[in-house]
């Protein structure tokens, strides 16, 4: 049906055979569904990103039904203010100041037994893991810290004291292991 090889060029696409002057939340949810087919739900834009493309190709944009759509999507990530910038990664002392918030956050989701917030929080640390394993040195020993994290949270605290008396954590990172506590 639609003959566009690239995702802007289906949205340009599918909006143009709409054959609308004015884009609200029909056609962005017709756009979205149509891109999510063709792409994958990972593909699809935010409203408010498909409506400043299509207010680019000359588009009257119906504001506040973009607006609404916008808002009402945003209600259903509740995670993400918890989640924003959880784990920084930058430098070991960074990491292990992220891996205590992942803690603490950890807790009062076990506590309000949140399953959903316990699994994007495993997510995020396994994702990071994974990403670290093959960097540098120190990315290496991180991708050890959240290894340790997420098989036994309970005991990360007295490991990586532990870990930060080992020999090979000295001769490694020596001053640059102090992890500023």
């Known amino acids: 049906m639609y003959e566009s090889r690239n995702k802007v060029d289906l949205i340009i696409e ?3 055979k709409l054959d609308c002057e004015s884009v609200g939340r029909i056609e962005l949810e017709a756009i979205e569904a149509t891109v999510r087919e063709r792409f994958g739900n990972a593909a699809v834009d935010s409203p408010m990103i498909l409506a400043r493309m299509l207010a680019d190709e000359g588009a009257e944009l119906r504001h506040s039904e973009i607006m609404e759509l916008y808002v009402e999507r945003a ?3 509740p995670y993400d203010a918890a989640f ?3 784990l920084d990664t930058s430098s070991m002392q960074k990491a292990f100041a992220s891996i205590r918030r992942m ?3 950890r807790r009062k989701f076990a506590a309000d037994k949140d399953r959903e917030g316990m699994r994007q929080l495993r997510e995020i ?3 990071a893991k994974k990403e670290l394993s093959a960097g540098t040195a120190e990315e290496k020993e991180v991708s050890e810290w959240l290894t340790i994290w997420l098989g036994s949270p309970e005991v990360f605290e007295n490991w990586i004291k532990l ?3 080992a020999p090979d954590y000295i001769s490694k990172f020596g001053d640059a292991g102090d992890l500023g506590e």
């Open 14 to 16: 599918v909006w143009e």
């Open 75 to 77: 209600s259903d990530r």
């Open 84 to 86: 924003l910038n959880i």
């Open 103 to 105: 803690e603490n956050l």
């Open 125 to 127: 640390a396994m994702t």
């Open 163 to 165: 870990r930060r008396g």
